[in-house]
């Protein structure tokens, strides 16, 4: 069993609309969790970052926010534009490693329409 | 954008032949990654380096084979590729962004979407 769970797993959405992603995630003992997004056909690039600590992050019209009690995530897109059409990866790192271990979620797939 | 390279992005061969997908990057990390990603799922690591000369399995078993023999190269060799190896395959490097390195961050590639006929 994955790790690392996403829902739903694609989305479509109206251009201009609000959407909010989701992620419950096992991995412990928990160091931090990444939002990744993902064009069709291209590597996995770094939305946002969070540890234990932090329960919100911003990054332009992403928001991310954590709950390491209830261990679920969610990263809330703002004013969707046709660009966010992508697949969002929830990535989860763990501290009993010395590599820091990643844990990959399958991805939502968001489909904005104009 | 990363400074971090894939070629060839597409490539298209027959079983039994022997492959290299070459992965370069110019950010001075000492730590890089191959992962393989089927469509829909996610992704595995395969092979992970710290350093020149430092290179280890990942958690996906796997046929192919690695090197590093320079900083930034680390390309990725399948002796004989089977219809099996077709996937796609990123590579990934990455920096410290704190006294822990599970807060690395990674920064990918593009990619090489490999099938094998």
Redesign the interface.
């Known amino acids: 069993k994955?790790q690392?769970e996403q829902s739903p797993?694609s989305l479509i959405i109206l251009e201009g609309k609000n959407c909010t992603l989701q992620c419950n995630y096992t991995v412990s003992p928990f160091?931090?969790l990444?939002w990744y997004k993902q064009d069709t056909?291209?590597?996995?690039?770094?939305l946002t970052?969070m540890?234990f600590s932090e329960n919100t992050k911003s990054n332009g019209r992403y928001t991310a926010t954590l709950d390491a009690d209830t261990k679920q995530s969610s990263l809330h897109i703002t004013a969707s534009q046709l660009s966010d059409s992508a697949s969002y990866?929830c990535v989860v790192?763990?501290?009993g490693?010395?590599?820091?271990?990643?844990y990959?979620?399958?991805?939502t797939?968001l489909t904005v329409w104009p | 954008e990363a400074d971090i390279y894939q070629t060839p992005r597409y490539l298209v061969i027959g079983t039994g032949k022997k492959i290299t997908l070459e992965c370069s990057q110019t950010m001075g990390h000492d730590k890089m990654y191959w992962y393989q990603q089927d469509p829909g799922m996610e992704l595995h690591l395969i092979h992970y380096s710290y350093g020149v000369n430092s290179t280890e399995k990942g958690d996906l078993s796997s046929e192919s084979t690695v090197s590093r023999i320079r900083t930034e190269h680390f390309p990725l060799t399948l002796e004989s590729a089977r219809p099996s190896h077709t996937s796609q395959y990123l590579c990934a490097s990455s920096d410290r962004t704190s006294g822990s390195p599970s807060t690395d961050t990674q920064y990918f590639g593009p990619g090489t979407r490999l099938t094998v006929l």
Request: proline content about 3%.
């Open positions: 994955n690392v797993q160091s931090n990444r056909g291209r590597g996995p690039v770094s970052i540890t990866i790192s763990d501290r490693s010395t590599l820091g271990r990643l990959f979620g399958r991805g797939q």
